[in-house]
């Protein structure tokens, strides 16, 4: 267990549709980090966020938007849904950025319809 | 951006066997990562090595960093080390602190 939870686990929605997926960092973590991972693309980073701050943004669709809340979790919202868009899409912390070593969370698996 | 390029792309053991991977990378970098994804599809964290060698029970692994590699082994092979095993790696360029992946090497043990 790497101490980063997400939730849902599952998600299955229609095209058009919009989802939120929730990350719970690791205790004392001040940075998040999404990535998708599809079969077609890999692993690819999609934003990152520090102590509140958007830090730095990936390969992320202008339809797709997250956040950094104080308590330090942090969600991913996707809307106007796509075939394309599904995947596994995983949260990511790290405790500080000059190590920067990062613990990932079990993931969401999104299913678009 | 930075490339990561891993080797072999597939690998088929025997049960006890030993095995070496490699991920090779463009640039220079600040940090390296070896994950195991588990056929559930969890990352596991396996080293953060960006410099140096490091052992884990059956697993080491060695980051030439001048040379712009990583060799991960696995010794002892067992069929609970099948999944993907992915090297990812920071640019050390300012500012960048994303991890960029390597495509996977596939391992499949076999009893």
């Known amino acids: 267990d790497s101490g980063v939870t997400q939730t849902p686990k599952h998600l299955i929605t229609a095209t058009g549709q919009r989802v939120t997926l929730r990350c719970s960092p690791r205790?004392?973590?001040?940075?998040v980090y999404w990535y998708q991972q599809s079969l077609d693309q890999g692993l690819q980073f999609l934003i990152q966020?520090?102590?509140?701050?958007?830090?730095a943004k990936g390969n992320i669709l202008e339809r797709f938007s997250a956040q950094q809340f104080p308590d330090l979790h942090s969600e991913l919202n996707l809307s106007s849904l796509e075939l394309g868009d599904s995947a596994l899409y995983f949260c990511?912390?790290?405790?500080?950025?000059?190590?920067?070593?990062?613990?990932f969370g079990p993931g969401t698996r999104l299913t678009v319809l | 951006g930075i490339q990561v390029e891993q080797s072999p792309p597939d690998l088929i053991l025997q049960e006890g066997a030993n095995s070496t991977l490699r991920c090779n990378f463009s640039d220079s970098v600040n940090n390296l990562q070896w994950f195991h994804q588990n056929p559930w599809g969890q990352l596991i964290n396996l080293f953060y090595?960006?410099?140096g060698t490091k052992q884990n029970g059956r697993l080491s692994a060695t980051t030439v960093a001048t040379e712009r590699y990583s060799l991960l082994y696995i010794s002892s092979s067992q069929t609970t080390d099948s999944g993907v095993y992915f090297c990812?790696?920071?640019?050390?360029?300012?500012?960048?602190?994303?991890?960029?992946f390597g495509k996977g090497t596939k391992l499949s043990v076999i009893p």
């Open positions: 966020y520090y102590n509140g701050e958007e830090r």
């Open positions: 205790s004392g973590d001040l940075s």
């Open positions: 990511a912390s790290s405790a500080d950025l000059a190590r920067n070593e990062q613990f």
């Open positions: 090595i960006p410099s």
């Open positions: 990812a790696v920071t640019y050390s360029g300012a500012g960048s602190y994303q991890l960029t």
